[in-house]
């Protein structure tokens, strides 16, 4: 079964710096999909990027960038210039790209923390 | 477009009582889940459709029954609540085309107690 660690319950940043949070995967499938998600305090599920297993090119979205490490599977985010609206719980999810690949796999999430 | 919505945002049950968690969307997609968090975890697939009278079994199902009579709504019953269903409900959806990789669209969550 495919599992996804998120070794870090917290972290914190100073507002304008850059922070990486790490994720780290077990599967034996070949392709599959990759995730952040964003939980705010309001609940809402928000997703932040994705990146597909096939692709070398780590995925970039604005300020928030991936480190797809494919033989290690590793699936870091990074987040330049932070902001206080960055403050969320950042969830890493895997996805089997083949059949029966309707189950999203999460993480236990990281809480992030952006002081002014 | 509302996007997906749930109701209740909160609720207390009773053990052994019964409900349903409505999730609705209004963005014609096919797919719609039902997913359930527990404190200090990520979110479980509890339930999933692939289109209305089309369901199927998650990762942890047991405790609850879905039904999809139509596009729009995706309710998730509850019977006999116990305390270990003590948890955030999530509805999400997405849209057919373009595969798994399409993006999840999620509810705002209902935060369920069983006492």
């Known amino acids: 079964a495919q599992t996804v660690t998120q070794s870090q319950p917290e972290m914190s940043v100073q507002e304008a710096e850059t922070v990486t949070l790490s994720c780290t995967y077990d599967?034996?499938?070949?392709?599959?999909?990759l995730f952040w998600y964003k939980q705010p305090p309001s609940r809402q599920m928000i997703l932040v990027i994705r990146?597909?297993?096939?692709?070398?090119q780590n995925a970039t979205e604005n300020r928030f960038s991936v480190n797809f490490q494919k033989a290690a599977k590793s699936f870091s985010l990074k987040i330049s210039d932070s902001q206080l609206g960055d403050a969320a719980m950042y969830f890493c999810a895997y996805r089997r790209a083949q059949g029966g690949s309707e189950k999203l796999v999460f993480g236990k999430g990281t809480k992030l923390t952006v002081n002014p | 477009n509302a996007g997906v919505t749930q109701t209740p945002k909160f609720r207390i049950l009773k053990i052994g009582q019964s409900m349903t968690l409505q999730c609705t969307q209004d963005?014609?997609?096919?797919?719609m889940y039902w997913y359930r968090q527990d404190p200090g975890m990520g979110l479980k697939l509890i339930y999933y459709s692939v289109g209305a009278g089309i369901t199927d079994k998650g990762e942890v199902p047991n405790g609850y029954n879905v039904s999809r009579s139509t596009t729009e709504d995706f309710p998730l019953r509850l019977e006999l609540a116990a305390p270990s269903q003590t948890s955030v409900y999530f509805c999400?959806?997405?849209?057919?085309?373009?595969?798994?990789?399409?993006?999840?669209?999620f509810g705002p969550g209902t935060r369920l107690t069983v006492l």
């Open positions: 990146q597909e297993a096939y692709k070398q």
């Open positions: 963005m014609n997609h096919n797919y």
């Open positions: 999400a959806s997405r849209e057919l085309a373009g595969g798994v990789y399409n993006e999840q669209f």
């Open positions: 599967t034996s499938e070949s392709d599959y999909y």
